[in-house]
T-cell receptor, first 114, second 106 residues
Protein backbone atom coordinates (compact mmCIF):
# COMPACT_ATOMS: atom_id res chain seq x y z
CA UNK A 1 0.00 0.00 0.00
CA UNK A 2 1.11 3.53 -0.74
CA UNK A 3 2.33 5.33 2.35
CA UNK A 4 -0.31 7.96 2.87
CA UNK A 5 -1.78 8.79 6.25
CA UNK A 6 -4.52 11.20 7.20
CA UNK A 7 -5.03 12.59 10.68
CA UNK A 8 -7.24 12.79 12.52
CA UNK A 9 -9.53 10.05 11.20
CA UNK A 10 -12.54 11.47 12.98
CA UNK A 11 -13.25 14.90 14.40
CA UNK A 12 -16.20 16.73 15.84
CA UNK A 13 -15.86 20.47 16.12
CA UNK A 14 -18.03 23.48 16.81
CA UNK A 15 -19.16 26.05 14.28
CA UNK A 16 -16.74 28.93 14.02
CA UNK A 17 -13.63 27.09 15.21
CA UNK A 18 -10.58 26.57 13.00
CA UNK A 19 -9.73 22.99 12.07
CA UNK A 20 -6.62 21.55 10.45
CA UNK A 21 -6.45 18.19 8.74
CA UNK A 22 -3.11 16.63 7.93
CA UNK A 23 -2.05 14.42 5.04
CA UNK A 24 1.34 12.76 5.32
CA UNK A 25 3.02 10.71 2.58
CA UNK A 26 6.18 8.65 2.49
CA UNK A 27 6.21 8.14 -1.31
CA UNK A 28 7.90 11.40 -2.29
CA UNK A 29 5.11 12.08 -4.80
CA UNK A 30 5.04 15.57 -6.22
CA UNK A 31 1.28 16.08 -6.36
CA UNK A 32 -1.07 16.10 -3.38
CA UNK A 33 -4.80 16.75 -3.36
CA UNK A 34 -7.61 17.36 -0.92
CA UNK A 35 -11.12 16.20 -1.85
CA UNK A 36 -14.40 16.15 -0.04
CA UNK A 37 -17.02 13.45 -0.45
CA UNK A 38 -20.70 14.17 0.13
CA UNK A 39 -23.83 12.13 -0.58
CA UNK A 40 -25.08 12.62 -4.12
CA UNK A 41 -21.82 14.12 -5.30
CA UNK A 42 -18.68 12.66 -6.72
CA UNK A 43 -15.44 13.52 -5.00
CA UNK A 44 -14.84 17.24 -5.38
CA UNK A 45 -11.45 18.90 -5.43
CA UNK A 46 -10.79 21.49 -2.73
CA UNK A 47 -7.13 22.36 -3.26
CA UNK A 48 -4.09 20.70 -4.68
CA UNK A 49 -0.33 21.08 -4.58
CA UNK A 50 2.20 20.50 -7.32
CA UNK A 51 5.27 21.03 -5.17
CA UNK A 52 6.52 22.55 -1.94
CA UNK A 53 4.83 25.91 -1.47
CA UNK A 54 3.02 25.48 -4.82
CA UNK A 55 -0.72 25.17 -4.40
CA UNK A 56 -3.85 25.98 -6.38
CA UNK A 57 -7.59 26.06 -5.85
CA UNK A 58 -10.06 23.41 -6.85
CA UNK A 59 -13.77 23.68 -7.53
CA UNK A 60 -14.91 23.99 -3.88
CA UNK A 61 -12.13 25.99 -2.25
CA UNK A 62 -14.17 28.68 -0.47
CA UNK A 63 -13.63 28.51 3.30
CA UNK A 64 -10.52 26.34 2.99
CA UNK A 65 -6.81 27.06 2.87
CA UNK A 66 -3.84 24.77 2.44
CA UNK A 67 -0.14 24.73 3.07
CA UNK A 68 2.71 22.55 1.94
CA UNK A 69 6.01 23.41 3.58
CA UNK A 70 7.52 19.94 3.10
CA UNK A 71 7.11 17.37 0.32
CA UNK A 72 5.55 14.87 2.68
CA UNK A 73 2.91 17.03 4.38
CA UNK A 74 -0.16 18.77 2.98
CA UNK A 75 -2.37 20.56 5.48
CA UNK A 76 -5.99 21.55 4.94
CA UNK A 77 -7.38 24.28 7.21
CA UNK A 78 -10.98 25.24 7.67
CA UNK A 79 -10.58 28.80 8.78
CA UNK A 80 -13.95 29.01 10.56
CA UNK A 81 -15.83 25.74 10.35
CA UNK A 82 -19.45 25.74 9.21
CA UNK A 83 -22.04 22.97 9.18
CA UNK A 84 -21.81 22.84 5.37
CA UNK A 85 -18.24 21.63 5.79
CA UNK A 86 -19.40 18.48 7.52
CA UNK A 87 -18.05 15.87 5.14
CA UNK A 88 -15.56 13.10 4.59
CA UNK A 89 -12.23 14.47 3.43
CA UNK A 90 -9.78 12.48 1.36
CA UNK A 91 -6.20 13.21 0.56
CA UNK A 92 -4.66 11.80 -2.61
CA UNK A 93 -1.15 11.71 -4.03
CA UNK A 94 0.25 11.09 -7.48
CA UNK A 95 3.62 11.18 -9.18
CA UNK A 96 2.34 13.20 -12.11
CA UNK A 97 -0.77 15.12 -13.08
CA UNK A 98 -3.66 13.07 -11.72
CA UNK A 99 -5.61 12.74 -14.95
CA UNK A 100 -2.88 10.57 -16.46
CA UNK A 101 -1.24 9.03 -13.41
CA UNK A 102 -2.34 6.45 -10.88
CA UNK A 103 -3.78 7.98 -7.72
CA UNK A 104 -3.30 6.81 -4.17
CA UNK A 105 -5.83 7.84 -1.54
CA UNK A 106 -5.76 8.13 2.21
CA UNK A 107 -8.30 6.46 4.49
CA UNK A 108 -10.35 9.62 4.85
CA UNK A 109 -11.20 11.98 7.70
CA UNK A 110 -14.79 12.22 8.85
CA UNK A 111 -15.43 15.77 10.04
CA UNK A 112 -18.62 16.80 11.79
CA UNK A 113 -19.29 20.47 12.48
CA UNK A 114 -21.97 21.02 15.12
CA UNK B 1 -26.15 16.43 -16.73
CA UNK B 2 -22.97 15.36 -14.95
CA UNK B 3 -19.86 15.20 -17.03
CA UNK B 4 -19.13 11.72 -15.70
CA UNK B 5 -22.11 9.47 -15.16
CA UNK B 6 -22.30 5.95 -13.82
CA UNK B 7 -24.99 3.32 -14.06
CA UNK B 8 -26.54 1.70 -12.25
CA UNK B 9 -26.42 3.64 -8.99
CA UNK B 10 -27.13 0.51 -7.00
CA UNK B 11 -26.61 -3.12 -7.89
CA UNK B 12 -27.28 -6.34 -6.03
CA UNK B 13 -26.08 -9.73 -7.15
CA UNK B 14 -25.82 -13.30 -6.03
CA UNK B 15 -22.40 -14.76 -5.48
CA UNK B 16 -20.97 -16.07 -8.74
CA UNK B 17 -22.82 -13.67 -11.03
CA UNK B 18 -21.12 -11.62 -13.74
CA UNK B 19 -21.29 -7.89 -12.92
CA UNK B 20 -21.09 -4.91 -15.26
CA UNK B 21 -20.84 -1.28 -14.15
CA UNK B 22 -20.96 1.44 -16.78
CA UNK B 23 -19.36 4.86 -16.98
CA UNK B 24 -20.14 7.49 -19.64
CA UNK B 25 -18.40 10.82 -19.90
CA UNK B 26 -18.96 13.96 -21.93
CA UNK B 27 -15.54 15.57 -21.43
CA UNK B 28 -12.27 14.86 -23.12
CA UNK B 29 -10.07 12.64 -21.01
CA UNK B 30 -6.46 11.58 -20.89
CA UNK B 31 -7.29 8.40 -19.02
CA UNK B 32 -10.22 6.84 -17.20
CA UNK B 33 -9.79 5.71 -13.60
CA UNK B 34 -11.74 3.01 -11.80
CA UNK B 35 -11.65 3.14 -8.02
CA UNK B 36 -13.06 0.96 -5.25
CA UNK B 37 -14.32 2.20 -1.88
CA UNK B 38 -15.20 -0.25 0.87
CA UNK B 39 -17.66 0.76 3.61
CA UNK B 40 -15.91 2.92 6.17
CA UNK B 41 -12.68 2.58 4.29
CA UNK B 42 -10.43 4.43 2.00
CA UNK B 43 -10.35 4.50 -1.76
CA UNK B 44 -8.22 2.15 -3.81
CA UNK B 45 -7.24 2.59 -7.43
CA UNK B 46 -8.22 -0.45 -9.52
CA UNK B 47 -7.40 0.61 -13.06
CA UNK B 48 -6.27 3.52 -15.13
CA UNK B 49 -6.77 3.08 -18.87
CA UNK B 50 -6.76 5.20 -21.98
CA UNK B 51 -7.59 2.53 -24.56
CA UNK B 52 -8.62 -1.08 -24.94
CA UNK B 53 -8.90 -3.40 -22.00
CA UNK B 54 -7.10 -4.20 -18.76
CA UNK B 55 -7.51 -7.24 -16.52
CA UNK B 56 -6.56 -7.86 -12.93
CA UNK B 57 -7.73 -11.09 -11.40
CA UNK B 58 -11.52 -11.24 -11.73
CA UNK B 59 -11.78 -7.57 -12.69
CA UNK B 60 -11.79 -6.36 -16.27
CA UNK B 61 -11.99 -2.75 -17.41
CA UNK B 62 -12.70 -1.67 -20.98
CA UNK B 63 -12.88 1.71 -22.64
CA UNK B 64 -14.20 2.96 -25.97
CA UNK B 65 -12.74 6.41 -26.54
CA UNK B 66 -14.91 7.18 -29.58
CA UNK B 67 -18.11 6.37 -27.71
CA UNK B 68 -16.85 7.96 -24.46
CA UNK B 69 -17.82 4.90 -22.49
CA UNK B 70 -16.08 2.55 -20.10
CA UNK B 71 -17.19 -0.58 -18.32
CA UNK B 72 -15.97 -2.44 -15.27
CA UNK B 73 -16.73 -6.15 -15.21
CA UNK B 74 -16.45 -8.51 -12.28
CA UNK B 75 -16.46 -12.21 -13.09
CA UNK B 76 -17.56 -14.81 -10.53
CA UNK B 77 -18.58 -12.12 -8.04
CA UNK B 78 -17.99 -12.69 -4.34
CA UNK B 79 -19.38 -10.99 -1.21
CA UNK B 80 -16.00 -9.39 -0.63
CA UNK B 81 -16.54 -7.47 -3.90
CA UNK B 82 -19.28 -5.51 -2.12
CA UNK B 83 -18.17 -1.89 -2.31
CA UNK B 84 -18.77 1.39 -4.09
CA UNK B 85 -17.10 1.55 -7.50
CA UNK B 86 -16.20 4.98 -8.83
CA UNK B 87 -15.07 6.09 -12.26
CA UNK B 88 -13.22 9.34 -12.87
CA UNK B 89 -11.65 11.18 -15.76
CA UNK B 90 -11.07 14.62 -17.12
CA UNK B 91 -9.07 16.86 -19.42
CA UNK B 92 -6.94 18.47 -16.74
CA UNK B 93 -8.56 17.66 -13.41
CA UNK B 94 -10.31 14.44 -12.43
CA UNK B 95 -14.11 14.56 -12.50
CA UNK B 96 -15.63 11.81 -10.41
CA UNK B 97 -18.83 9.89 -10.93
CA UNK B 98 -21.14 9.49 -7.96
CA UNK B 99 -20.37 5.79 -7.67
CA UNK B 100 -22.15 2.46 -8.05
CA UNK B 101 -22.94 0.66 -4.83
CA UNK B 102 -22.56 -3.09 -5.33
CA UNK B 103 -23.80 -5.68 -2.86
CA UNK B 104 -23.04 -9.33 -3.50
CA UNK B 105 -24.97 -11.83 -1.41
CA UNK B 106 -23.87 -15.40 -0.66
Amino acid sequence: DAGITQSPRHKVTETGTPVTLRCHQTENHRYMYWYRQDPGHGLRLIHYSYGVKDTDKGEVSDGYSVSRSKTEDFLLTLESATSSQTSVYFCAISQGVLVGTEAFFGQGTRLTVV
Amino acid sequence: KNEVEQSPQNLTAQEGEFITINCSYSVGISALHWLQQHPGGGIVSLFMLSSGKKKHGRLIATINIQEKHSSLHITASHPRDSAVYICAGGPDKLIFGTGTRLQVFP
